[in-house]
């Protein structure tokens, strides 16, 4: 089955405790994105990556690095957690980088006390 | 760069219809998207529509762009009680070659409300 999971669903953690969620597509998808969704801000993307080793910041980075280093996944990392990176995160893959081919995974709901 | 708005809430009763609004920013090649999040769930994508289309039906979906005005809708036919969901429009410029290099512009979505 076609998809993009992401792990863990759900972390509560702690303020400068190092983190890293995970996300994986099995589609051989070029691109790949993380957005982060907040009330009454809709989803803002935080990072995106055209292929592997190619990546670029979205409109909200601070905070975030990524990697991609296979085409398969694209983690995102927290190095030091602070209490408003409390969010619902996405991550989201597609072929071409076209909008309506886009894939989404369940969601990361992050939350640092 | 680009910006989406949509207002926060919509209330409707069941069997009516919901008529969900969106303006957008930029005018280049665009393509325009609508997208469902039930509550605890991911995002599904109804349908979209590219910024050289007027209109667009789907069932009980239809999305209307005016372009002059920068303003997409999303009427819902008979609106039931599983439609109650947070709706996001978005948008994703098309630069040469098609791609959109993965990225939607989302607006703030608006919580639609079907009362019994």
């Known amino acids: 089955e076609a998809q993009v999971t992401q792990n863990p669903r759900y972390l509560i953690t702690v303020t400068g405790k190092k983190l890293t969620v995970t996300c994986s597509q099995n589609?051989?998808?070029?691109?790949m994105s993380w957005y982060r969704q907040d009330p009454g801000l809709g989803l803002r993307q935080i990072y995106y990556s055209m292929n592997v080793e190619v990546t670029d910041k979205g409109d909200v980075p601070e905070g975030y690095k990524v990697s991609r280093k296979e085409k398969r996944n694209f983690p995102l990392i927290l190095e030091s957690p602070s209490p408003n990176q409390t969010s619902l995160y996405f991550c989201?893959?597609?072929?071409?980088?076209?909008?309506?081919?886009?894939?989404f995974g369940p969601g990361t709901r992050l939350t640092v006390l | 760069g680009e910006d989406v708005e949509q207002s926060l809430f919509l209330s409707v009763r069941e069997g009516d219809s919901s008529v969900i609004n969106c303006t957008y920013t930029d005018s280049s090649s665009t393509y325009l998207y609508w997208y469902k999040q039930e509550p605890g769930a991911g995002l599904q994508l109804l349908t979209y529509?590219?910024?050289?289309?007027d209109m667009k039906q789907d069932q009980r979906l239809t999305v209307l762009l005016n372009k002059k005005d920068k303003h997409l809708s999303l009427r819902i036919a008979d609106t039931q009680t599983g439609d109650s969901a947070i709706y996001f429009c978005?948008?994703?410029?098309?630069?040469?070659?098609?791609?959109?290099?993965?990225?939607?512009?989302f607006g703030q979505g608006t919580i639609l409300t079907v009362h019994p």
């Open positions: 978005a948008e994703s410029i098309v630069y040469a070659g098609g791609t959109s290099y993965g990225k939607l512009t």
């Open positions: 589609m051989n998808h070029e691109y």
């Open positions: 529509i590219f910024s050289n289309m």
């Open positions: 989201a893959s597609s072929f071409s980088g076209k909008g309506n081919e886009q894939f």
